[in-house]
């Protein structure tokens, strides 16, 4: 079983900026990537940004904005997000992916006010 704990949501004007963090535990073997998504309001989770063996790839609507550090060796996970819109407002979920099963965060709420 792996444990994740997000932190830094919060609420930010746009243009402005936000670290969140995620601190995994537990059994880390076979975990090969690590990485966020978020689900805005009326809409389905999507994928924001992943690192898997410190190759980064990220969401067309994120890129240039977002970095994301870390990963499963480090047993941490991070996004800067810079250049906030109001339609990154939304859930923040940390995600690791297992041999046999994904895991997930409890989530961090993101507001962007314009």
């Known amino acids: 079983q792996v444990q994740l704990v997000e932190s830094g949501g919060g609420l930010v004007q746009a243009g402005g900026s936000l670290r969140l963090s995620c601190s995994a535990s537990?059994?880390?073997?076979?975990?090969?990537?690590m990485g966020w998504y978020r689900r805005a309001p009326g809409k389905q989770r999507e994928l924001v940004a992943r690192i898997n063996g410190g190759t980064a790839s990220y969401a067309d609507s994120v890129k240039g904005r977002f970095t994301i550090s870390g990963g499963n060796a480090k047993n941490m996970v991070f996004l800067q997000m810079n250049s906030l819109k109001p339609e990154d407002t939304g859930v923040y979920y940390c995600n690791a992916v297992g041999l046999a099963a994904d895991y997930w965060g409890q989530g961090t709420q993101v507001t962007v006010s314009s």
């Open positions: 537990g059994i880390m073997f076979g975990i090969n990537a």
